[in-house]
């Protein structure tokens, strides 16, 4: 086909390409505005809540449970979704007092001589690849490009916490029962989450974005709805906020360190 | 925020894109509102199904949204919006429920009566046009469907495709001259007047 004949008949084609008649397209903004929206969950436990909740308190630690704070609350910092609270002071407890020795609380980010977290990784729902993740959650997953020679997380979750929830760790590769950091992805409408009365609280900044630097141990409180659950949590967290996602990443370093992992978060390379 | 994309409060999409960049919902519904038939129907000419291609459209602009951040706002969207488009629907392609899908379709079709006079001759030949492109190896598909049934220019189609300007138009010579000997063999009456 020469030049001339190609040019013929690719306008032959235009033409009657033309005719073809597609259905009408449907309300595809409607329909992914819809998605894109927070969704209101109902308040009764239904099976997916309660499976939820059953991960949830894995996830936060295999903690033990402990009364319910009753310190008089007056006032509160809310970070996203998290919410600390600073109430009347009470004598403080010494973290493990009253508990079996089995029963030493955790966090998802132990100090060096916490028990191994990994049993507690195992039996952990939703673990997937990284680019299974990606592809599940409604949110783009961002890896910390700092240390340098962090690479990308050894241990991938993902679950439905009210909204998807990716929580990204980080073994110690010299300790290899050592957990060296995690990172926890909290979209809108996912659980509630209160921090009751932190040993110290420090308000630092991520990306020039008001962020807090809690030191534990203390108790975290989950609820939604008539649901309300008490931890005791031990570890250095920090929390920030940016677009819909609150970002929360417990490790065993320090603030400054902290803040320069969570201001090095970058897209990952497609 | 508001965002409208007619009348004299238009924004550019540039703007819009950086304003869902920014986690902002509202600024996404113009721009899926603007392309969302584009990429429908290039989900529809490859699945060949409405509902399928309802499907992947919705998903296509919920992955993009996922990812805008990443996307270069001085570039156009369509092209990367249909690239995923694509992508998605060649994959629902391949899947055992989509080979389902098509069975169940199929034994619809046939058993449904066809009423050819509702059909003017345009949309029949048009029709028969798409069938003979169906006959072509995938990637020759694609970018049929992309050049002249959505009528992009070659540098959109390169852009789709993410390949050179020069690569789209040698692969498009070289799908034509299998079009062209499909049509001349199994579907004559596209060629009246054309291959005399």
Known sequence: MNELEQELFEKRLISIAKGLDYPRTPDIAGSVTTRLRPVTRPRFISRKLAWSLTILLILFSSLMLIPPARAAIIEFIQIGIVRIFRGTPTPPSPPNEGLPSTMIPLTATPGPTSQPLIPILESLAGEMTLEEAEQTVDFPIRLPSYPPDLGQPDRIFVQDAGGDMAILVWIDHQQPERVLMSLHFLPQGSWAIDKVEPTLIKETEVNGQRAIWTVGPYPLRLYNGDIEFTRLIKGHVLIWQEGDITYRLETDLSLEEAVKIAESLQPIEP | ?196
Request: hydrophobic share 45%; no cysteine; aromatic share 8%.
């Open chain 2, 1 to 196: 925020m508001n965002f409208d994309l007619s009348g004299e409060a238009r924004l550019d999409e540039s703007t819009l894109i950086r304003h869902a960049a920014s986690g902002d919902a509202a600024a996404w519904e113009p721009l899926v509102l603007a392309h969302q038939e584009a990429v429908f129907r290039l989900a529809y000419l490859i699945l060949g199904d409405p509902d399928d291609a309802a499907d992947v459209a919705q998903e296509a602009f919920l992955r993009a949204w996922n990812h805008i951040k990443r996307f270069d706002t001085t570039r156009p969207l369509r092209p990367w919006l249909l690239s995923i488009v694509t992508n998605l629907a060649r994959n629902r392609f391949r899947s055992a429920g989509r080979y389902l899908a098509t069975l169940t379709r199929a034994f619809r079709n046939d058993s449904a009566p066809v009423n050819i006079e509702e059909k003017s001759a345009q949309h029949l030949e048009a029709r028969e046009l798409w069938k003979a492109v169906q006959s072509l190896s995938v990637p020759d598909q694609q970018i049929v469907y992309l050049r002249y049934f959505l009528d992009l220019s070659v540098n959109e189609t390169a852009q789709v495709l993410q390949v050179a300007e020069g690569t789209v138009k040698s692969r498009l010579s070289r799908a034509l001259e299998r079009l062209r000997g499909i049509i001349r063999e199994e579907f004559p009456v596209l060629s009246e007047g054309h291959d005399a």
